[in-house]
Protein backbone atom coordinates (compact mmCIF):
# COMPACT_ATOMS: atom_id res chain seq x y z
CA UNK A 1 0.00 0.00 0.00
CA UNK A 2 1.00 3.72 -0.65
CA UNK A 3 -0.65 6.42 0.61
CA UNK A 4 -1.11 10.11 -0.50
CA UNK A 5 -2.58 12.99 1.23
CA UNK A 6 -3.99 16.04 0.25
CA UNK A 7 -6.64 18.95 0.92
CA UNK A 8 -4.50 20.69 3.42
CA UNK A 9 -4.27 24.26 3.49
CA UNK A 10 -5.14 27.56 5.43
CA UNK A 11 -8.39 28.22 7.09
CA UNK A 12 -9.72 30.58 9.45
CA UNK A 13 -10.84 29.57 13.09
CA UNK A 14 -14.04 28.24 12.95
CA UNK A 15 -13.63 26.66 9.77
CA UNK A 16 -13.64 23.23 8.38
CA UNK A 17 -11.33 21.60 5.99
CA UNK A 18 -11.00 18.17 4.80
CA UNK A 19 -8.53 16.07 4.36
CA UNK A 20 -8.26 12.84 1.91
CA UNK A 21 -5.79 9.75 1.88
CA UNK A 22 -5.39 7.92 -1.33
CA UNK A 23 -4.05 4.27 -1.32
CA UNK A 24 -2.74 2.28 -4.26
CA UNK A 25 -1.47 -0.79 -4.47
CA UNK A 26 -3.56 -2.67 -2.85
CA UNK A 27 -6.65 -2.15 -1.54
CA UNK A 28 -7.91 -1.28 2.53
CA UNK A 29 -9.10 -4.58 3.27
CA UNK A 30 -7.01 -6.32 6.28
CA UNK A 31 -5.48 -2.59 6.95
CA UNK A 32 -6.34 -0.58 9.76
CA UNK A 33 -5.66 3.49 9.09
CA UNK A 34 -5.34 6.64 11.56
CA UNK A 35 -4.20 10.35 10.53
CA UNK A 36 -1.46 12.23 13.02
CA UNK A 37 -0.15 15.52 13.29
CA UNK A 38 2.82 17.04 14.41
CA UNK A 39 2.62 20.92 15.15
CA UNK A 40 6.04 22.96 15.39
CA UNK A 41 8.35 22.06 18.24
CA UNK A 42 6.30 18.84 19.11
CA UNK A 43 6.37 15.60 18.96
CA UNK A 44 3.85 13.69 16.26
CA UNK A 45 0.54 12.71 18.19
CA UNK A 46 -2.92 10.13 16.93
CA UNK A 47 -5.12 12.47 16.22
CA UNK A 48 -8.08 9.08 14.71
CA UNK A 49 -8.11 5.40 13.58
CA UNK A 50 -10.74 3.49 12.18
CA UNK A 51 -10.18 0.26 11.53
CA UNK A 52 -9.98 -1.77 8.24
CA UNK A 53 -14.09 -2.44 8.44
CA UNK A 54 -14.91 0.76 9.04
CA UNK A 55 -16.73 -0.75 12.34
CA UNK A 56 -14.20 1.15 14.96
CA UNK A 57 -13.25 4.43 15.52
CA UNK A 58 -11.15 5.94 18.06
CA UNK A 59 -10.34 10.30 18.26
CA UNK A 60 -7.92 12.09 20.37
CA UNK A 61 -9.99 13.95 23.09
CA UNK A 62 -8.86 17.52 21.78
CA UNK A 63 -10.53 16.61 18.00
CA UNK A 64 -13.65 14.43 19.46
CA UNK A 65 -17.05 15.74 18.48
CA UNK A 66 -15.20 18.03 15.80
CA UNK A 67 -13.30 15.63 13.54
CA UNK A 68 -14.05 12.57 11.55
CA UNK A 69 -12.82 9.75 10.31
CA UNK A 70 -13.88 7.65 7.32
CA UNK A 71 -13.15 5.71 4.82
CA UNK A 72 -14.77 4.76 0.62
CA UNK A 73 -13.36 1.88 -0.07
CA UNK A 74 -14.70 2.00 -3.28
CA UNK A 75 -12.07 4.95 -4.13
CA UNK A 76 -9.41 3.17 -1.78
CA UNK A 77 -9.83 6.72 -0.08
CA UNK A 78 -9.88 8.08 3.84
CA UNK A 79 -10.95 10.95 4.80
CA UNK A 80 -10.86 13.27 7.91
CA UNK A 81 -13.27 15.60 7.80
CA UNK A 82 -12.48 18.92 10.13
CA UNK A 83 -15.16 21.18 11.15
CA UNK A 84 -14.48 24.31 14.05
CA UNK A 85 -11.01 24.31 13.68
CA UNK A 86 -8.75 26.34 15.83
CA UNK A 87 -5.34 27.39 15.97
CA UNK A 88 -3.77 24.45 18.32
CA UNK A 89 -5.26 22.28 15.48
CA UNK A 90 -2.61 23.64 13.19
CA UNK A 91 0.00 21.02 11.87
CA UNK A 92 1.48 18.86 9.34
CA UNK A 93 -0.99 15.97 9.26
CA UNK A 94 0.10 12.23 7.78
CA UNK A 95 -2.35 9.07 6.95
CA UNK A 96 -0.69 6.17 8.15
CA UNK A 97 -1.82 1.95 7.65
CA UNK A 98 -0.85 -0.87 9.50
CA UNK A 99 -2.19 -4.42 8.54
CA UNK A 100 -4.37 -5.52 11.28
CA UNK A 101 -2.35 -8.02 12.53
CA UNK A 102 0.38 -5.55 13.36
CA UNK A 103 1.19 -3.30 16.16
CA UNK A 104 2.89 0.05 15.09
CA UNK A 105 1.45 1.77 11.44
CA UNK A 106 4.60 1.09 9.16
CA UNK A 107 2.76 2.68 6.31
CA UNK A 108 3.23 6.52 5.48
CA UNK A 109 1.87 8.89 3.16
CA UNK A 110 3.44 12.18 2.72
CA UNK A 111 2.26 15.19 5.10
CA UNK A 112 -0.40 17.99 4.49
CA UNK A 113 0.22 21.19 5.98
CA UNK A 114 -3.44 22.70 8.05
CA UNK A 115 -2.61 26.15 8.60
CA UNK A 116 -5.50 28.04 10.92
CA UNK A 117 -5.41 31.74 11.29
CA UNK A 118 -6.86 33.31 14.55
Known amino acids: VQLQASGGGLVQAGGSLRLSCAAS????????LAWFRQAPGKEREIVATISWSGHSTYYEDSVKGRFTISTDSAKYTMYLQMNSLKPEDTAVYYC????????????WGQGTLVTVSS
Open 96 to 107: AARHSSGLTYDI
Open 25 to 32: GRTFSNYD
